[in-house]
């Protein structure tokens, strides 16, 4: 499975940003996805995950209700970022399971995907 992540850029403090990741090898037809992020001189840590057919959505508390996670037919993943933050100043990565579904106590943790994209910068300025 190869992931291609876009849609990063230079945002100011309460703007919006749309972030894609096209799914492309996977002989599936359906995969477990997820975005992570990476802040300078920080961990990677886990943002938002969605399961399989889509049905399940996971978030961190740092992003309920400003962040929406969503797939397509395709395997193309989304993540919809609303009143940004400067603490959201990072490298976004999309991740892909074809193995395990998501669940609450799993999706959280990087191990568990097998598939990662490049990243694409996030930056929000204050």
């Known amino acids: 499975v190869q992931l291609q992540a876009s849609g990063g850029g230079l945002v100011e403090a309460g703007e919006s940003l749309s972030l894609s990741c096209a799914a492309s090898?996977?002989?599936?037809?359906?995969?477990?996805m997820a975005w992570f992020r990476q802040a300078p001189g920080k961990e990677r840590e886990s943002v938002a995950g969605i399961s399989w057919g889509g049905g399940k959505t996971f978030y961190e508390d740092s992003v309920k209700g400003r962040f929406t996670i969503s797939k397509d037919a395709k395997n193309t993943l989304y993540l919809q970022m609303n009143s940004l933050r400067p603490e959201d100043t990072a490298v976004y990565y999309c991740a892909a399971d074809d193995v395990l579904d998501l669940t609450s106590s799993s999706w959280y943790q990087p191990n568990l995907y097998d598939h990662w994209g490049q990243g694409t910068l996030v930056t929000v300025s204050s």
């Open positions: 090898g996977h002989t599936f037809s359906s995969l477990a």
